[in-house]
């Protein structure tokens, strides 16, 4: 259940470049979400853009791309759930919107590229809501079609083990949040295997 706004500097893309870059970085959601080019995972694809007037984005001190050799300034901040991906996964989530950005702006061979950091946010689990109802990050697996047996949910179910773990032993009082199955109240649940990680988003 990616989020991805896009803040660039006002002049920078045209309405054919917007396009383009909105279709890549759905991929790239799509891809996130295990592959779920379903319509519950193409729902979840939002990519929201913040044009920044002349005069309002300063770098290094300047208002223009002076400190920057590039074309255009991109910051890409990427909302997902907390204990959605590992370390590799992200780092791929990085390389691969950077590469978006870079193929919308029609960057060749020699040419300087854009000025873009990526930021990924992750919502702590029970702080994420739709349609006024707190969603899980179980209810959003189901809803994107990730399937519940596979090595990336065995991940996720190790990562909220260890927090309901490391809650409980720290005296976490009930309902303070942040944990599957409900389990706010710092009960230590069944511990479940880890997996490796996969080189790639999705799986």
């Known amino acids: 259940m990616p989020i991805m706004q896009v803040h660039y500097s006002e002049a920078t893309l045209d309405h054919a470049r917007k396009a383009a870059l909105a279709q890549r ?20 694809a939002w990519v929201v853009f913040l044009p920044i007037r002349q005069g309002d984005w300063w770098v290094g001190g300047r208002p223009d791309d002076a400190p920057m050799a590039g074309s255009g300034r991109f910051l890409i901040r990427v909302t997902i ?45 029970g702080n994420w809501g739709a349609g006024g109802r707190t969603i899980s990050l179980q209810a959003i697996a189901d809803q994107v079609g990730l399937p519940k047996d596979g ?12 927090k309901a773990r490391q809650f409980a032993a720290a005296g976490y009082p009930a309902g303070t949040g942040g ?11 069944a511990t479940r295997p880890g997996a490796a990680s996969a080189a790639r988003i999705g799986a």
């Open 179 to 189: 944990l599957m199955d409900g389990r706010a109240d710092g009960s230590q649940p």
């Open 81 to 125: 759930p907390e204990g959605y991906m590992d370390v590799t996964r992200k780092k791929v989530v990085h390389a691969a919107v950077n590469a978006a950005v870079v193929e919308a702006m029609g960057v060749g061979h020699g040419d300087p590229a854009p000025a873009i950091q990526v930021i990924l946010d992750e919502v702590t689990e």
């Open 151 to 162: 090595e990336r949910f065995r991940w996720v179910r190790a990562y909220f083990d260890a």
């Open 25 to 44: 970085l759905t991929d790239v959601q799509i891809a996130m979400e295990g592959g779920a080019n379903t319509p519950g995972g193409r729902a979840f």
